[in-house]
Each structure stands twice: as C-alpha cells, then as structure tokens.
C-alpha cells in the first residue's frame, strides 16, 4: 500500500523534530544542522532511528535547509546534492516495515526582492535540492515552514515539473487567525496549492498543539482532501544558549486526537518534540477513525471584507504632509539629524527657528552613517510636545523583523504618521564599528509591513484590531551612476506602498530636470534633497567620502577656496539655484541641514517659501 492509500484510508503518525534534538545532542547553534548528514552521520541516523522505534511512520530528512541559499551562509553551497543525497540514505536506514522517508525542504530565507538583487533564481534553488532528494529515493517530498503561500508555489511547481508519481505535503506557518503574511488567508492558500498538485496540505511550527487546534478549527475539509498537523512543544525557553522545552507526551496524545477530531490525517511534531512525544501519539492514533469532511463557517475574504468588518484606523493626530500637497500647498521637510549628545538645548532651538522659517515637518535621521546619537523617536516626542511635526526615519539596520513591528506599534501609538523606513548604512562604517549589522529585512519588506499596519494587521497577518495611518516614505538615490537600477527599485517600492519619496542631495538643477522627467510615471510626490554647502572643504569631504552624494566638479569649482562666511555664501547661493529648480517642478523640497548649522537652512525655507 502507498503512502497516499494509507492516508486516504486512516491516519498516519508522523516523526517530530530534527533540529532541536540536534541542538541538544551538542550541534553548534549558529552551526550547519544539515552537516551533521556528513560530519556525524551516526547522529542523524541514530535520531531516525529513535522515532522509528517510538512509532513513528514517515522519517523527516535532515534537510531542511539544505538548499543553496541557506547552505552560502555557511559557504556550502556547493554540496547541495552530496546533503540531501546523504540525508535520504541516512533516513532510508530505517526505513523498514512500511515506514517512509519524507524528503524536507525549507523556505530559501531570503525575500524573493533580496534573491533578485543577488541574481538568484528562487526556482533553480528548489529545483537543485529537489532533484537531489528524488534522485536519492524520497518517498514523499515534504515542504515544510512555509510563510509565503507564493515561495510554497515556486517550489511545489518545481517538484511537480520533475515528477508526479512522488507525492508532495505542502506545509505552511501562519498566524492563529488564519492569514498568511501576505494577508492571504490559510484556506485559499491550500486550495491553491492543491490545484498545483499537492496531495496534502498542513500546518506546521510556530505555534504549540492548542494553538494549532484553534487554527485547524476554522479549516473546513471536503471529501479526499487531505490535512497534515506538526505543531511545535509549545514555547521554549533560553537557557546557557540552549532552546529548551518542557513538553508532556500525554498532553500531546490527547491533542492528537482532537487534530483528528478537525479532519486531519497526518500527525506529527515539529521544533522542541521528540521520540517520547511521537511514542504517545502513535499509540493515541492507532485506533483514530479519520474525518472523511467538516464543514466550517468560513469568512470572506480580506480582500472584499465591508468597511463595517475593518479594524477601525485611530483618529489622525497629524495632518498629513500629502493633504496638504493635495490641497495645492507647497511642502517644506528639514532634516535635523538628533544630537550625539545629551545637550539637546541647541537642537530643540534650531527646530523650532526651522518650524518658524517655513518647514513644515522636521526629519529624524536613525544614527545615520551608523553614528549613534539620541533616539530619533524620544527627539520626535519632544517636537511634538512643541507642536512640531516630526518625520522619523526607520532603519533596518538595528532591529529584526520583531523590533521593527514593534517599533512602528509605538511610532503610532504616540501618535505619529509620518515614517521613512530605509536600508541604513553598516554599523561597521561607523562609531561603533565592532557592533552588528541586523538586516533581517529589506526597506522594500519594512514598507510593506507599514502598510499592512495600515490595512489593521502585522507582518504573520495577526489582526491589530486597529489601523494605523501611517504616511509611508522611501529613498531614493538621484546621483547614481545607474540611474535605471535606481528607477527600477524605487518601483518596486512604491508597488509594496510607499507613498512619498524622499532623496539624497542634488547639486545640479540640470539632474533635477532629468529626475523630473524620469520619475513623472510614478504620481507620487518626491521630496528632492538640496544641502547648503558650508565651504569647499566641506564640498571634497561629502563628494569623496560621503556614500550616495555626489557633488559634479563645476560645483567643487566655484566652492574651492572659499571658507567661513565667503563659503557659506556661496554654498547658499548654488543651494537657491537648485531650489528654484526643484521647486519649478515638484510640489514640496527636501532641505538638508548641514551638521547642525540651521541658520543657512532656515534662510533656504523661507526662500523656498517665498518663490
């Protein structure tokens, strides 16, 4: 009998984790789990063994994340198919008395933005790791962990390309309420995926039996459809570098049962369970009768759900600088990077002298150049106990994805709007170069979560219960050498939800012309930055060492030389120069106030305010 006939028939007893109990048996946490398949085989075959013996009937390759985007991270991408080759046989071992081998594949780990900026194919990925699992003899091909309902797609249509006789499980991560990141609920996602053949569809990790049950509960079954449940040993804790669980197999019995209970025929466990936990399921299944069909009250929908069934927005505490541009105002933003130090008297005056001068909204920078100064949200704060619109900057660089959620839930909950989320410079290049870059996302990934925030929900679809209204900014670099490339991921920005653009410094009002015409398709108001330059050492200083700014010779010309007020003089001139061509074809400006020199940049927004 096939694996498939079995399921159709009854219920099957799945294995549980690979990862963690690798953990525990001393595989390095920043390590290569997949290595183990070659550096201690005796290990991974001895694991395989242990849930065979405990009941188990499918065995879990240690493959997961043998794939060659997450091997480079090691600098093993090249031994893709020597892994997964060696995980089959290893898994094969025990694969007796009608036991099967799944072979697994994981997500890549990267965006599909972040694998097109490095020239990598996300299908040849999959296609790689898959070939080398099928040709080593998996039974069935188990995608697992899955976020992203589209990755899950590229992959299962991979599979599909190189054989239909071996079946495929394809299993998500989402939130409790049933919606994948995307905001593409659970049930469409699996309908999805079974129109592209796969045989079962299923939930796996994130969160422990109770929740899951919750989740399965709102999943309805037709007749031959198919469901697959491994949730994690409930949540764990950190302990001398260890990820450590405390889970009870009897618990796990009971709840065994209920998944069948909700429809679903493959049983196992995922991060934190273990050989005792599979043994006391297995038992628990042994006399389960599967649910043939359930029907459920399933909801419409995101998408087409009535304005009555929103979150509802909080109540504007700002005007946004786009109204004001709709209602034919001109908009002045000022950059006023916060203090390095504590002293904070001279940058609250030069806000204030700013706000007085013209600017309507003061932008924070995010320890720009990866130089630590004073929380540009605590500055904001204070600008706006002054009745001063602030503009805060948010980095990638500083926060994972947890991080940056929660820092725009409190950017909001102060009741600001207006954010300009961006990559940020390397913490290396800066003041404190030994500390670490995060990067767990893109700018690209932080505006789509904006916006998602925007429509009530967070970056794994878990329902806010209310919406911000966050004015959504991006960056963009004018004096590229590439000014295409630059064109081309501004699009994509604005297609994940930015609603306004913000730049580096333009010296050259005949670059102003071209960004002008070049950047007309996209309707949305783009803020040119224009620096008053102080003197023409500060001119070399920012052309030659200032990433993203490029001052053209002709500039650097008439700036050499002149220092103290004559350069001051000058650099304002050339910056009312660019000023007037800016403001001859964009609705707002975007002034640059030079090291917390705010008298030049106030002259500059009342001239921008009086043209």
Known sequence: MSFLDELRGGVLCGDGAMGTMLLDAGVPLDGCLELANLQRPELVADLHGQYAVSGARILTTNSFGANAVRLARHGLEGRVVEMNTAAVRLARQHARGGIYVAGSVGPTGCSQETLAERGIDRKAVFREQIGALLSAGADVILFETFLDADELADALGEKMALTRDIPAVASLSCAEEGYLPSGVSLLS????????????????????????????????????????????????????????????????????????????????????????????????????????????????????????????????????????????????????????????????????????????????????????????????????????????????????????????????????????????????????????????????????????????????????????????????????RNLDAQLNRLERKVAAGAQYVMTQPVFDPALVRTVAEKTARFGIPIFLGVWPLMNGRQAEFLHHEVPGIIIPEAVRAQMAGREGEEGKRMGVELAKEVSRAVLDHFPGIYLITPFLNYETTCELAQFARGI
């Open 189 to 480: 996602a699996f309908q999805r995926l079974r129109a592209l053949g796969a045989e079962v569809t299923g939930v796996n990790c994130l969160h422990g039996p109770r929740a899951m049950e919750r989740l399965l509960e709102r999943i309805p079954v037709a007749e031959g459809e198919l469901l697959s449940a491994f949730p994690n040993a409930g949540y764990p804790r950190y302990v001398e570098g260890r990820y450590t669980y405390n889970p009870d197999p009897a618990y796990f019995a009971r709840i065994a049962l209920e998944f069948v209970r909700e429809g679903v025929r493959l049983v196992g466990g995922c991060c934190g369970t273990n050989p005792a936990i599979i043994r006391a399921m297995a038992e628990a299944l042994r006399s389960a009768r599967p649910v043939t069909s359930k029907s459920v009250d399933v909801p419409r929908p995101r998408a087409h759900v009535s304005e009555l069934r929103q979150p509802p927005a909080e109540p504007a505490v700002e005007e946004s600088l786009l109204d004001r541009i709709a209602a034919g105002k001109r908009v002045i933003i000022t950059e006023l990077d916060p203090p390095k130090t504590l002293d904070l008297e001279k940058f609250l005056r030069g806000a204030r002298e700013l706000t007085d001068a013209g600017s309507d909204a003061i932008t924070l920078a995010d320890n720009s150049l990866a130089i630590l100064r004073v929380s540009n949200l605590a500055v904001g704060a204070l600008l706006k106990e002054r009745g001063i619109m602030p503009l805060l900057h948010l980095s990638c660089r500083d926060h994972n994805l947890i991080g940056l959620q929660s820092g725009l839930m409190g950017v909001h909950a102060l009741g600001f709007r207006h954010i300009l989320p961006l990559t940020g410079d390397p913490a290396k290049v800066g003041d404190h170069p030994g500390a670490a870059s995060v990067y767990d996302i893109t700018s690209i990934q932080l505006i789509g979560i904006a916006k998602r925030m925007n429509e009530g929900f967070n970056h794994n679809g878990k329902d806010l219960k209310r919406r911000t209204n966050f004015v959504i900014g991006c960056t963009f670099n004018p004096n590229a």
